[in-house]
């Protein structure tokens, strides 16, 4: 990996870490206002629900974000970490990151109409996997995309995936 890619990963990996921290709410830092007032939620309520029975409780206090979307943000940071031994894996051609990331939005969109249709019930970790998928795919597409080089032949550009290591 390229030294701009090495500052870029390491940015990357500080934020979503960060977002993670953030995203488990008040009760992780013991704090003692009504839980829809604190900061960690106003940071969150463009981007989630925070229904506090579809989120998951830390002393006392709903996490800033449902459990589905904490799913999402978990997943991501530690697959981040994860990126560049995951990246040298090598995954079949009929499996490709954009079409595993559509069935997984697709299994999610079932899984929120068939709960809203009443066809069951999903619960929080049912939310909490599916997330756990997303994240995964999307850090999926960012480490194919991440470590894709640009090579010169005969006037042409063309795409590598690097797998060596830092």
Sequence with gaps: MQFKQQKLYLLVLLLSCGIVVVA???GLFRQDSFWFLQ???QAFQMLCHQIPERSF???GQPMAVCSRCFGIYAAFAMCWIAMPIWNSWTFPKSLSPKKLALSVLILNFIDVVGNMLGFWQNTLLSRLV???LLGATVTLIFSREFFITKIKSKGMNHGR???NSW
């Design 57 to 59: 409780w830390i002393n």
């Design 39 to 41: 900061w960690q939620h």
């Design 161 to 163: 995936i690097t797998t």
């Design 130 to 132: 599916l997330g756990i």
């Design 24 to 26: 488990m709410g008040g």
